[in-house]
C-alpha cells in the first residue's frame, strides 16, 4: 500500500466512512434496498413487508427497524444512505426526514438551520 | 483528422435538482439561483455544438450495486437506458452513445494502464442525468451524443484524488487519438462540500468549496494531493465526489480559460458549476 487515503487515527465526529467494515455489516440489508429498484418489488414489499424482506434475507433486527421506520438505525446497522432512500422512496420518507433522524431533530428543526429551505 | 476536446465543465449533480426540474419549479425563489446559473453554460454548449459529452459520474444505486461495483466504468454502446432509482425512471429521452468512439476509448485507456469495465449495457441515474438536463436542451432528444464513465465514490477504497486526474490525462490521449474530428466536451460531476450520514448530516463548508473552485482554476496540481480523509474532514464524507471534477480538469489543458462561475448553498449541498473553453 502507499499512499493512506483514510486515517483511522482521526475518526470524524458524526460521521461513517462507507467502508469494508460497512458494507459487509450492511450487505443483505442494502441488497435488499436495491430490489426497489424494481416496480413490482415495491408493490410485493408494500403489500407484505416482514414477508418480503424475510424472503430477500434481511435480518429480524433489520425488519423491525424498517418496520418502525427507524432511519437512522438502519444507517447505523449497515445502511448505505443511497440504498436506504429507496426505503423511503416507498414510505414517503424523504432525505431531509431521513437526515434530520440521523441528526435527532424533527424536520422542521432541521429545515431551520438551513439557508434556502425551497429548495428541496 | 482527430477529436479535441473543446472544454470541461463542473457541475454538481444532487437529485433535487431533478426533482424540482420534473416539477417545473425552476423559477422558484430558492431555486432560481440555481437554475439560472447555467444558462450561459448552456449558450456556450448551443454555440460550440459539441458532438459527444464525456460525463464523469457515480451510480448511487441506479444499476450497480455492491455485488460487483466498479471503481471505473465505461459505457460503450450506442443508447443508454434511464434508471428506476426507487421513484421509477425519470421522464427524460435516452441518451444516444457512439459506440465506435467509446470503444476506442476503452482501448486506449486500457493500454494506457487504466484497467476501467467496459459496459455494454448501462441504465444513467441522477449523477449523470441532472447535469445532463441543466446544460443540455432534450426535446425530443439529447443534441449530443455521451459516453458515460462512473467511478466509484461510495465504497471505500476509493480510487485517489490523483488517479482521477490521471484518468482525465488519458482521456484526452485517448480523445485526440481518436480517427475522427469529434469534438468533445467533457462534463466532471458530484459534489461539493455535503454530508448525509450520521449525526454531521447536512456538514457544508462554502470557504472549503470556493477554495476548491479558485484552485481548480488556477492551479489543480495542488487538489490531486488531497487524500479522501482531509475532503471528508473539511467538506463531509459524500463531498469526495469532488474527485470527478479533477478527472474533468485532468482533460482540459492549463492553457484553457474560466468563462464560467456559480456558487449556490441553499440546502444540504454546495452546489458548484465551473466551466473552461479550450483555446481554439
Same mark, same amino acid.
Given at each position: 500500500m502507499t499512499e493512506r487515503q483514510i486515517d483511522r487515527s482521526r475518526p470524524i465526529p458524526g460521521t461513517t466512512v462507507f467502508d469494508a467494515a460497512e458494507t459487509r455489516r450492511g450487505y443483505a440489508l442494502n441488497r435488499f434496498c436495491m430490489s426497489l429498484t424494481e416496480p413490482g418489488n415495491r408493490e410485493a414489499f408494500?403489500?407484505?413487508e416482514d414477508g418480503y424482506m424475510k424472503r430477500h434475507g434481511v435480518a429480524e433486527a433489520h425488519r423491525r427497524?424498517?418496520?418502525?421506520?427507524?432511519?437512522?438505525?438502519?444507517?447505523?446497522?449497515?445502511?448505505?444512505?443511497?440504498?436506504?432512500?429507496?426505503?423511503g422512496a416507498v414510505t414517503g420518507h424523504g432525505l431531509y426526514t431521513i437526515g434530520a433522524m440521523q441528526r435527532g431533530e424533527t424536520l422542521e428543526q432541521f429545515l431551520e438551520t438551513r439557508q434556502a429551505k425551497g429548495a428541496r | 483528422m482527430a477529436g479535441r476536446i473543446i472544454?470541461?465543465?463542473?457541475?454538481? @449533480?444532487? =437529485?433535487?435538482?431533478? *426533482?424540482?426540474?420534473?416539477?417545473?419549479?425552476?423559477?422558484?425563489?430558492d431555486w432560481k439561483p440555481l437554475f439560472d446559473a447555467y444558462g450561459p453554460v448552456r449558450d456556450w454548449l448551443a454555440a460550440q455544438k459539441p458532438d459527444i459529452a464525456i460525463v464523469i459520474y457515480n451510480d448511487h444505486g441506479g444499476d450497480f450495486f455492491f455485488d460487483k461495483y466498479p471503481t471505473f466504468a465505461v459505457g460503450a454502446a450506442d443508447r443508454y437506458g434511464i434508471a428506476d432509482e426507487g421513484w421509477g425512471p425519470r421522464p427524460l429521452p435516452e441518451p444516444e452513445g457512439d459506440a465506435a468512439f467509446s470503444w476506442h476509448l476503452c482501448e486506449s485507456l486500457v493500454y494506457d494502464e487504466f484497467d476501467i469495465a467496459v459496459c455494454q449495457e448501462m441504465k444513467v441515474e441522477h449523477g449523470f442525468l441532472v447535469p445532463m438536463h441543466l446544460?443540455?436542451? @432534450?426535446? =425530443?432528444?439529447?443534441? *449530443?451524443?455521451v459516453v458515460p464513465v462512473a467511478v466509484n465514490v461510495i465504497q471505500h477504497p476509493l480510487p485517489t484524488a490523483r488517479r482521477c486526474w490521471k484518468l482525465g490525462q488519458a482521456i484526452r490521449r485517448a480523445v485526440e487519438s481518436f480517427p475522427g474530428d469529434s469534438r468533445v466536451v467533457i462534463l466532471g460531476t458530484g459534489g461539493m462540500s455535503h454530508q448525509l450520514n450520521g449525526a454531521r448530516f447536512g456538514h457544508i463548508n462554502p470557504d472549503w468549496d470556493n477554495d476548491f473552485l479558485d484552485r481548480l482554476e488556477s492551479d489543480p496540481d495542488s487538489l490531486t494531493d488531497l487524500t479522501h480523509q482531509q475532503i471528508m474532514e473539511e467538506a463531509g464524507a459524500e463531498a469526495v465526489e469532488l474527485i470527478m471534477w479533477l478527472t474533468m480538469r485532468g482533460a482540459v489543458s492549463k492553457r484553457a480559460t474560466r468563462i464560467h462561475r456559480n456558487y449556490y448553498a441553499p440546502m444540504t449541498t454546495g452546489m458548484g458549476l465551473i466551466a473552461f473553453e479550450e483555446p481554439a
Open positions: 408494500k403489500a407484505d427497524m424498517v418496520i418502525a421506520r427507524d432511519f437512522g438505525g438502519l444507517m447505523n446497522a449497515g445502511g448505505n444512505i443511497y440504498m436506504v432512500m429507496k426505503i | 472544454g470541461g465543465i463542473g457541475s454538481s @449533480h444532487v =437529485p433535487s435538482i431533478g *426533482v424540482a426540474y420534473d416539477q417545473g419549479r425552476t423559477q422558484e425563489p446544460c443540455f436542451p @432534450h426535446d =425530443p432528444a439529447w443534441p *449530443v451524443k
